[in-house]
């Protein structure tokens, strides 16, 4: 108890708060980015508008990242994310349009949940074959799923025929982005009430801390960190439900958008369903990478696999359960990504695997393993992502997109190497 | 009264190499047993057996006089079996208190993992163990060989081990923290721990065991007590691979 009462030793503004650095810098170079493009476009990126297509069209990479951090902490990597996103896909869209409606009309309410539970069902099933295959077949994750790479797009084609199919379920539609959107009221209510839960944590880990002797932060880094997370929250809901549902669009069906007629409704598209469940899924799988006993094994066994088993923990049962958690992210990408496009086309997700590890990379997750963030993943998805979009609006050429893409990777992995070793990590 | 642990013709071979062959072991409480040998001599496989690494293909293991099945780490565990082994079986990413409750982490009332308390738990350990232990919340990567070895220490400590295997507890460490190890062995045995030990050093096992059996080439030459024995009885068992006591 002693070592407590003693003066701690002067910390810098940024130790004091402690903030993880490798966050802030990536939130840096985030923000350097957007401002870049902004100016580069004359002010059309940084748009609530362009904002939310950001939004929606990172929800699917991102879903699937969280759970490919859990994979390549393990040591291991997947390479069939796209394709098993494109064969939940087609039984998926097989499902609703095909099948179900011969036993049940169409529109009713039930088939998209169906159709998700299929869906949801098939990538959970390939993701453990996957696992079982590596965990216990001892096959490496790379040749299995360079395997699965080639099988499951292709099962996808033979279920389809090889057709587009569609148009898919309204309801499931929903999930896709600009179909699906929470309005203005249900976003904020949504905003407040995650400002609350957050403001709840933090004080509650504080009063925890305290009770158990340990030191604190000073109230005021509290209240600094706090206040950000608040002001995030807040600038977040406030630049989406800034972006308006053009009038042409309220015209065609005014009822749905609260008014009776489209002159002067002043309808808001607001929080995207697509990213409500891209953050929902972030937040839980945060969860269960940090207060479970199944995300410890996962850091533990990437850390130091004879460790983890010596320990007691099942490696093999492990694998299992982490492919399978991948799968079944896949196939709700797959909701997500079919039903932007309103329609399953076989080539749903194509090159989605190299998004998929690139973003976990850039993210910061170590292909050495143990180390990891969901929250890196997705803003290293929203970063692929703006870079690919804020190009196309600048007008870069196609072959010098994937340049710029291809080099900011490298370039990304090589300042988190030179920064590991300037702390003297791992 | 019965042994604490009783290993009673134990085989084990690999491919066509038989690495245990037919050995038996005792092990009293509060006694400290030195397993010496060669590299290759079949110690750190004979206690794998034990630890429950290792799945023996024939032989018996009794604790406490009932005879137990020791499959995997776990069942080790559950027969109050601790294993501080030679390359610090810890998860370099992950801090000590993660570390010392790896496998058994302590949860709250909604089943999540309560880093907070094995936080205070471990504090309240380690303050026992080694005081000077303050790095509690970077990763074990950042502390030195001792530090570590006093997280693996700590992990047979507050599970309340009472069989504890050794495998070259201080390999990696300097004379000052062999010293706190050797005065820990002493503690624990104190306390009715009955203590595999595994080295090279011939000379540090006669200062810390009771007994010394002698692995050559999967057999198990001979057990005796230190005071029956010269350092140099030990080191022709280990060379010769013969027993001078049974000989006589």
Known sequence: ?426 | MAPLVEMKNVSIAFGGVQAVDNVSISLNPGEVVGLLGHNGAGKSTLIKMLSGAYKMDSGEIWINGKKVQINSPRDARDNAIETIYQTLALADNLDAASNLFLGRELTNAMGFVDDDRMEAETRKIMARLNPNFKKLKEPVSALSGGQRQSVAIARAVYFNAKILIMDEPTAALGVHETAMVAELIQELKKQGLGIFLISHDTREMMELCDRVAVMKNGQMVGAERVEDVTEDDILSMIILGKNPKAAA
Not at chain 1, 62 to 87: K, P, Q
Not at chain 1, 189 to 195: D, E, P, S, T, V
Not at chain 1, 384 to 412: K, W, Y
């Open chain 1, 1 to 426: 108890m002693s070592d407590q009462t003693k003066i701690p030793p002067k910390r810098s503004f940024v130790q004091t708060l402690e903030l993880d650095m490798r966050l802030l810098g990536m939130i840096a170079a985030f923000i350097i980015v957007a401002v870049a493009f902004n100016i580069l476009t004359g002010g059309r990126f940084l748009t609530p508008r362009n904002i939310f297509n950001l939004t929606i069209q990172t929800a699917s990479v991102g879903i699937m990242a969280t759970g490919m951090v859990f994979v390549i902490v393990t040591r291991h990597i997947d390479l069939s994310v796209g394709a098993i996103l494109a064969a939940c896909s087609a039984l998926m869209a097989m499902t609703q349009v095909r099948w179900l409606p011969e036993f049940l009309e169409i529109g009713h309410w039930a088939i998209p949940w169906i159709a998700i539970m299929v869906g949801v069902a098939l990538g959970a099933l390939i993701g453990a074959f996957n696992g079982w295959l590596i965990g216990y077949q001892g096959i490496p994750a790379f040749i299995v799923t360079l395997g699965g790479f080639l099988i499951w797009r292709n099962v996808g084609w033979y279920q389809t025929a090889g057709q587009t199919i569609g148009p898919l379920d309204q309801t499931f539609m929903t999930f896709g982005g600009i179909n699906g959107t929470l309005g203005g009221p249900l976003s904020w209510a949504l905003g407040l009430a995650a400002i609350a839960f957050v403001l709840f944590a933090i004080f509650k880990s504080r009063h925890t801390k305290a009770t158990h002797g340990f030191s604190v932060k000073p109230m005021w880094a509290e209240l600094t960190i706090a206040g950000i997370a608040v002001a995030a929250i807040a600038g977040f809901i406030g630049v989406l439900t800034n972006y308006a549902v053009p009038e042409r669009v309220v015209a065609r069906d005014p009822s749905r958008y609260g008014c009776d007629v489209a002159e002067g409704c002043n309808a808001v598209y607001g929080l995207p369903i697509s990213v409500l469940l891209l953050i929902g899924i972030a937040a839980v799988m945060t969860v269960i990478a940090r207060r479970t006993r199944f995300g410890r094994y996962i850091f533990a066994t990437g850390g130091n696999p004879d460790a983890a088993e010596l320990s007691g923990i099942n490696t093999r049962m492990l694998t299992v359960k982490i492919f399978a958690l991948m799968g079944a992210l896949c196939a709700i990408a797959a909701v997500v990504a079919s039903a932007r496009l309103a329609n399953h086309s076989n080539d749903l997700g194509t090159l989605d695997e190299l998004r998929v590890i690139a973003a976990a990379v850039i993210g910061g997750t170590a292909l050495s393993g143990g180390i990891g963030t969901i929250y890196g993943a997705i803003l290293g998805a929203l970063i692929m992502q703006s870079l690919q979009s804020g190009m196309a609006m600048v007008g870069v050429d196609a072959p010098l997109q994937n340049i710029v893409v291809g080099a900011v990777l490298v370039f990304a992995v090589f300042i988190d190497i030179q920064y590991r070793k300037r702390v003297g990590a791992k």
